[in-house]
């Protein structure tokens, strides 16, 4: 089972890298719940095609790579590098994690992403005084 539900994750990080729908209905059930690390959320498979679809065709994802996995019964979390380009060539890069939970038809019910900034600095490197940088945070 863990294995499946691995190619499962694995196919849909395809097809965002292929820009192709593989199957999105028969991946994510039809009241599936997607959450984007940035707040955006999609309900229902048909929304998350249509959110496929159309941002495939501003945007394209240059490397999604899995790290690593973590299964607990119906819940499956995938380690992952992410790196695209949207809006006439900006690259966008950040590490993350996935908490899937899956349906007992062995599909996608929900789907939450998290994301860490790969800009890291440390603000206590001259002193007890942490110096932040002047700049908007970047919340994924």
Known sequence: MEQQR?????????MWLQKRDLGIRDLFTEQAV????????YAGAERIAH????????GTVLQWDIRQFFH????TVVE???????????VEAFEGM???????????????EFGCNQDRYDPY???PVPRFRD???RWF
């Open 135 to 137: 700049e908007a945070a």
């Open 51 to 58: 959110w496929f679809q159309e941002w495939n065709t501003r």
């Open 125 to 127: 490197a001259d002193g």
């Open 98 to 112: 996935s908490l899937v939970t899956w349906a007992a038809d062995g599909r996608i019910a929900a789907l939450k």
């Open 6 to 14: 691995e190619n499962a994750i694995r196919r849909w990080f395809a």
């Open 34 to 41: 997607y959450t984007e690390s940035w707040g955006p959320e």
């Open 72 to 75: 607990k019964g119906d819940q």
């Open 80 to 90: 992952w590098l992410f790196r695209n380009t949207v809006d006439g060539g900006r």
